[in-house]
């Protein structure tokens, strides 16, 4: 059975500073995904990953998939308030499949002043 | 353009009560899925509609649960004699589903209260 894990699961961090959120998958998979959710909001999303060695960035995140290590890692530079989210990453249940989305159980950011 | 959209947005409902939750997807989208999501936790694939083609249903915890889906357009997902322990927010996504266009789209939700 495909497992999801994320870590940490709570980050606080100041603003300014750098921290990566990593994510393990158990099965093989072509593809990673990763969300946002704000507090009582939906998710958002914010990468899709699609082969070995995929990076992709967007302001302060930065997201990149390493296959063969069956890990995906979410980089913050100089992380902001407005950073403060829950992220999750998701990988599909197959090879190839693209329904059935299994996610991670997320990581709560809180970026302080 | 329009997103997905979902209603109502919270349902409060008394135990015992079947409560119908609705999902409208993105125009043209292919696929809807359903989601839950209990408080603190992550998402659990509850069932995925693609095309005609019969429903994947094997996310569903129990036979109270159930979902339709019209063509490609509206679904509903059903819970009958709720329980406590369905209150979660119930999030629909939809996508496209063409070679190289995965992504869900996700609604705003449906909190759903069981008292």
């Known amino acids: 059975e495909l497992k999801v894990e994320q870590n940490p699961l709570f980050l606080s961090m100041q603003e300014g500073k750098n921290y990566t959120i990593y994510c393990n998958y158990s099965?093989?998979?072509?593809?990673l995904y990763w969300y946002r959710q704000d507090p009582g909001k939906s998710l958002e999303s914010l990468f899709v990953l699609l082969s070995n060695g995929a990076v992709k960035q967007e302001g302060r995140l930065m997201a990149s998939l390493d296959t063969k290590a069956r890990l995906s890692t979410l980089h913050i530079t100089a992380a902001v308030h407005d950073l403060s989210a829950t992220y999750f990453c998701a990988v599909p249940r197959a090879p190839g499949a693209t329904n059935k989305l299994i996610f991670g159980t997320g990581t709560l950011l809180a970026v302080q002043p | 353009g329009a997103g997905v959209s979902q209603s109502p947005s919270n349902k409060v409902t008394e135990k015992g009560k079947d409560v119908e939750l609705r999902c409208d997807p993105i125009s043209g989208h292919t696929a809807l899925y359903w989601y839950r999501q209990r408080l603190g936790q992550g998402l659990e694939f509850l069932i995925y509609?693609?095309?005609?083609?019969?429903?994947?249903k094997s996310g569903l915890p129990s036979d109270r649960f159930s979902a339709e889906r019209t063509g490609e357009s509206v679904s509903t997902l059903t819970i009958q004699r709720t329980q406590q322990e369905d209150s979660a927010v119930y999030l629909c996504?939809?996508?496209?589903?063409?070679?190289?266009?995965?992504?869900?789209?996700f609604g705003p939700g449906t909190r759903l209260t069981v008292t």
């Open positions: 509609f693609q095309g005609n083609s019969a429903p994947d």
């Open positions: 996504a939809s996508s496209l589903e063409l070679a190289g266009k995965y992504e869900q789209y």
């Open positions: 099965t093989t998979s072509d593809r």
